[in-house]
C-alpha cells in the first residue's frame, strides 16, 4: 500500500464524518503539499476495490466514504445528510434467507432530519430534532 493509500485510509478510518474525495483531499492536503486530487480518486477506488473503505452513494450528492465498522446509515431524503446507526448485524440473517455468502451490506434508512421536516408529515417525527437511535 502507497503512503497515500495509508494516510487517506488512516483519515477516513479516524473521521466522525462521512468524508467526500473533495474533503479527503482537503485534509491530505494538510500533510501534503504535492498531492493532487486524482491520486486521491485512485487510491479511494483502490481501497474500496480492496474492502478496505465503503462508498456511500446518496442520489444528488457525491459519493461519500466511510470506515468499515458495522454500523449502518440514515439517510435525510431531502438534503442527503448522513449519521451513522447501529442496528443488529443482519449478516448471519441474509446469508440465511439468500443462501450465499453476504461479504457485506449497506443499510440506508431513508427519513428526514429536523432540519427539513418543518412541514408537518403525518406519521414522521416533527419534532424537531433528529431521532437519537
Not at 468524508?19 to 483531499?25: I, K
Not at 501534503?32 to 478496505?52: E, I, P, S
Not at 443499510?107 to 429536523?114: F, S, T
Amino acid at each position: 500500500m502507497t503512503r497515500n493509500a495509508k494516510r487517506i485510509l488512516e483519515i477516513i478510518d479516524t473521521s466522525c464524518e462521512h468524508l467526500s474525495a473533495e474533503q479527503v483531499f482537503q485534509r491530505l492536503k494538510e500533510c501534503n503539499q504535492g498531492v493532487v486530487l486524482a491520486t486521491v480518486y485512485n487510491n479511494l477506488t483502490t481501497l474500496y476495490k480492496q474492502g478496505l473503505v465503503r462508498k456511500i452513494s446518496v442520489e444528488g450528492c457525491p459519493d461519500r466514504y466511510d470506515n468499515m465498522r458495522q454500523h449502518d446509515h440514515l439517510v435525510c431524503r431531502n438534503c442527503g445528510k448522513l449519521r451513522d446507526i447501529q442496528l443488529e448485524d443482519l449478516t448471519e440473517k441474509l446469508q440465511e434467507r439468500t443462501g450465499i455468502p453476504i461479504l457485506s451490506y449497506d443499510l440506508k434508512i431513508h427519513y428526514l432530519c429536523a432540519d427539513c421536516s418543518a412541514v408537518q408529515l403525518p406519521g414522521h417525527n416533527n419534532s424537531g430534532k433528529d431521532p437519537i437511535l
